[in-house]
T-cell receptor, first 110, second 115 residues
């Protein structure tokens, strides 16, 4: 059972454009929602995270929008750069366990 | 100065063999995890240890056995390897059992190929 659904599976964006990745969850006990970035051959690394009592969090070009009532959250990458090309995972924490979405492969083209 | 280090990075072995993957973290965290990433990049938790005590044990074949000699180390031993075990295995650690806004740090992964 997939508790965190992520879309799209892949995304191609032009340099300077906005990349948007969406996630939806089912378990209302989740209390922390991080996004991870993974480059080929590397482990996932925390990009940005949000708690459910906040509707938006921005760090540089990365913004999380959180809609608690809809149980949805999204990652926006402004001014996308070729160096942002990677796989992005949303995740949700419940207790000691981090449940990941299925990942989005982002490619930023020149 | 690696935070979470795994060895080996690559492991190619034959079906039926027994192998181990080692993980060490120097972050002083009290919780460590093993995740499996399949060919479609799906990340799924396998085990979690908090201060050497097993706290999460997902539905994983009992051929997989984690061992935590101390809170800085979490090893994964796999018996009777099968083709379907081929994947990338990630070790991770976090503080305070992952509660609150604590980040999980991942190692670089061990790519296991069973032939």
């Amino acid at each position: 059972q997939q508790q965190v659904k992520q879309s799209p599976q892949s995304l191609i964006v032009q340099k300077g454009g906005i990349s948007i990745i969406n996630c939806a969850y089912e378990n209302t006990a989740f209390d922390y929602f991080p996004w991870y970035q993974q480059f080929p051959g590397k482990g996932p690394a925390l990009l940005i995270a949000i708690r459910p009592d906040v509707s938006e969090k921005k760090e540089g070009r990365f913004t999380i929008s959180f809609n608690k009532s809809a149980k949805q959250f999204s990652l926006h990458i402004m001014d996308s750069q070729p160096g942002d090309s990677a796989t992005y995972f949303c995740a949700a924490r419940g207790g000691n366990k981090l449940t990941f979405g299925t990942g989005t492969q982002l490619k930023v083209e020149l | 100065d690696t935070a979470v280090s795994q060895t080996p990075k690559y492991l190619v072995t034959q079906m039926g063999n027994d192998k181990s993957i080692k993980c060490e973290q120097n972050l002083g965290h009290d919780t460590m995890y093993w995740y499996k990433q399949d060919s479609k990049k799906f990340l799924k938790i396998m085990f979690s240890y908090n201060n050497k005590e097993l706290i999460i044990n997902e539905t994983v074949p009992n051929r997989f056995s984690p061992k935590s000699p101390d809170k800085a180390h979490l090893n994964l031993h796999i018996n009777s390897l099968e083709l379907g075990d081929s994947a990338v295995y990630f070790c991770a650690s976090s503080q305070a059992g992952g509660r609150g806004d604590t980040e999980a740090f991942f190692g670089q992964g061990t790519r296991l190929t069973v032939v």
